[in-house]
């Protein structure tokens, strides 16, 4: 096949001639091909099949070990400024990148199949969706970017009529770490990947399109692209809230996005309409409108089960992907937080034996089409998408963060996501459990220099009057022997609701230096299981605490230099004195 674009079509040879494919094969998108692809990595060992009675049609794949997760220290922004990158991203110049890349590309693909897919982020009628062309020599990556986007034809008779398309070069490469990176070129809307064959590395769609390469051109044209999830909420009475939660990689997005609610909440719908990625557009009117550029979900495993995430739990049990969970006896996937079964098998092929780690890798992963979840809504393919009434961001905080807090307006909202920490987790190769500054969830998705990231957001109040409000939630409040004080997961739909309530000014709440906290009456608790005293812990703060908080945000800010928004220091300052305030009253 050949394309009728001359800009993709000579793209595409010239890639052959530098990598030496043994054949080209244009991605059409087909059920039949995504089989034909299943059949070829089964012959090869790169799949096995899963128990065909409980988990019809799921595979399984294990990832070489060294390559489980996204790698940050490996991840690079090639802009013609170092500074445009900023010191959130390493940086590399981009000649210098591509010479790196192109000395590992050259012929890599001898003996494999070059495959060239074109896919739509977003859905394929809508003015806010972006394509682009993934050549690969991975079958694994085929199908998975068959369940996560818009694949094969319908994308490409979009990007020639357009003309104009993200372009993401990918190998496995030898898988070996030594040679492995992730290159950003945002200024040439081009990615160059090598060396990983993992999810975030290698789905080019994904982190590096929908968020890194496509945050950069929301800064040129106006909109943003961020890690969001996207739910829908419908009260008793059929009012229908759309809300985007900002959280860090394996920090909730999935859990919160197909939550069911409690008995105890009669009348409460969920729907979801994204669980990672949301590009967020203002409309004519000013009401700011989100879309899912993606089309399946790629999320985590361990932790899901019948109580967690029902839906989740349902939707994972046909036509599904597993990446490096384990397995049991009769072949049926297993992982930590399943409640029966056991292991048999470990992530690794290896027979399970629990003196060397977890049976399922903590970061191991299902794909799914969205269309096999349960709680998918109708609108999920809407071209201009939905209106979002509340951005929420969060975190994984032991300690100092309360269980939700609204901001007193959008650019204190834009402060408190640019302050957001988190611990780490085992969605990056790197240590567990460190709090670091995780801004808007996007540290490691930014294509950009936050300091001109934070101006972006600021400039959306000059041109609307109507945005969401701005929350911050954390649902990994610790007591002091390591047990959660909130009960999460479905439950986190009364704070939810609070929200809503506060969004449409019914709902009480005691204003903080910090924003307004619900006082604990304030929260929906009929039928909770819950102490007075941690409910109590979970709406309060510490002042001490946030007076240190608060200065190790400025201090973070200030890394940012001359670039800093003003505004931030302002916002900061107005904080960090109403908390001295707090301290002189209270001694
Ligand atoms: P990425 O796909 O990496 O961007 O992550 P995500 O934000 O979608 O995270 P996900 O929903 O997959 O959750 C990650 C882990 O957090 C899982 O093991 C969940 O079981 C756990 N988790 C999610 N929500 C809650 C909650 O409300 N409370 C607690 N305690 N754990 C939660
Ligand atoms: C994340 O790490 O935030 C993910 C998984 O959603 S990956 O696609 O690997 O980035
Ligand atoms: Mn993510």
Redesign the pocket.
């Known amino acids: 096949m050949t394309s009728k674009l001359e800009s993709l079509q000579s793209w595409v040879d010239q890639v052959a001639a530098h990598t030496q494919p043994e054949a080209i094969h244009w991605c059409t998108g087909s059920d039949e091909e995504y089989q034909d692809l299943i059949e070829l990595m089964l012959a090869h060992g790169t799949l096995t099949t899963l128990n065909r009675e409980t988990h019809p049609n799921c595979y399984l794949h294990l990832s070489s070990p060294n390559d489980v997760?996204?790698v940050e220290h490996l991840t690079f922004i090639c802009t013609s400024g170092k500074d445009d990158a900023g010191p959130n991203n390493l940086w590399m110049e981009p000649a210098e990148a591509h010479e790196k890349m192109d000395a590992l590309f050259e012929g890599c693909m001898r003996g494999r199949i070059m495959y060239v897919i074109p896919y739509c982020m977003g859905p394929i009628d809508s003015p806010y969706s972006r394509c682009g062309v993934e050549i690969t020599d991975s079958a694994y990556v085929v199908a998975n970017m068959k369940l996560m986007t818009k694949m094969g034809n319908k994308a490409l008779e979009r990007i020639e009529r357009e003309g104009k398309f993200v372009r993401g070069l990918h190998s496995t490469g030898e898988l070996d770490p030594e040679r492995r990176f992730i290159m950003h070129f945002p200024e040439e809307l081009s990615i160059k990947s090598y060396g990983s064959g993992?999810?975030?590395?290698a789905?080019l769609g994904?982190?590096c399109h929908a968020l890194r390469i496509a945050s950069y051109q929301g800064r040129q044209e106006g909109w943003l692209a961020e890690?969001m999830l996207i739910v829908g909420l419908e009260n008793p009475d059929g009012d229908v809230h759309y809300i985007a939660c900002a959280f860090?990689?394996?920090c909730g997005?999935t859990n919160l996005a197909m939550l069911i609610p409690p008995e105890s909440m009669k009348g409460w719908r969920a729907w979801t309409l994204g669980d990672?990625i949301a590009w967020l557009h203002l409309d004519e009117d000013g009401k700011l409108r989100a879309i899912n550029p993606e089309a399946g979900y790629?999320?985590?495993v361990p932790g899901t089960n019948e109580k967690t995430n029902k839906n989740a739990y349902e939707m994972i049990k046909h036509d599904a992907i597993f990446t490096n969970v384990a397995t049991t006896e009769d072949n049926q996937p297993w992982w930590e937080g399943k409640l029966d079964g056991t292991p048999a098998k470990d992530w690794q092929g290896r027979n399970y034996d629990p003196s060397t780690g977890k049976a399922a890798h903590p970061?191991s992963?299902f794909t799914v089409p969205a269309t096999n979840n349960p709680a998918y809504s109708s609108l999920a393919d809407a071209p201009t998408g939905v209106p979002i009434s509340a951005i929420v961001f969060g975190g994984r905080r032991k300690k100092v963060a309360p269980l939700v807090y609204q901001t007193k307006s959008w650019e204190h909202g834009v402060l408190v996501g640019a302050g957001t920490a988190s611990e780490t987790?085992a969605?990056?190769v790197g240590e567990v459990g460190k709090v670091r500054r995780d801004p808007m969830?996007m540290k490691?998705?930014c294509g950009y220099n936050f300091a001109d990231y934070w101006a972006h957001w600021l400039s959306f109040p000059e041109r609307s009057e109507h945005l969401p409000k701005i929350f911050h939630v954390n649902w990994f409040r610790q007591d002091d022997d390591g047990n959660f004080l909130w009960p999460g997961f479905g439950e986190n739909i009364r704070v939810l609701e609070w929200i809503i309530d506060r969004v449409e000014h019914r709902a009480g709440a005691k204003e903080t230096p910090i924003g307004f906290l619900p006082h604990a009456e304030d929260l929906n608790t009929t039928n909770l299981d819950i102490s007075a005293d941690a409910l109590e812990e979970l709406t309060s703060i510490d002042t001490a605490q946030w007076r240190a908080e608060m200065a190790s945000v400025l201090e973070y800010l200030e890394g940012y230099g001359d670039r800093l928004p003003e505004e931030l220091r302002r916002q900061q300052k107005m904080i960090a004195d109403a908390l001295n305030e707090e301290m002189a009253k209270a001694s």
């Open positions: 997760a996204r993992y999810g975030g590395n789905l994904k982190k890690h860090p990689s394996a997005k990672d790629f999320g985590v970061n992963r987790t969605a990056m969830a490691p998705f």
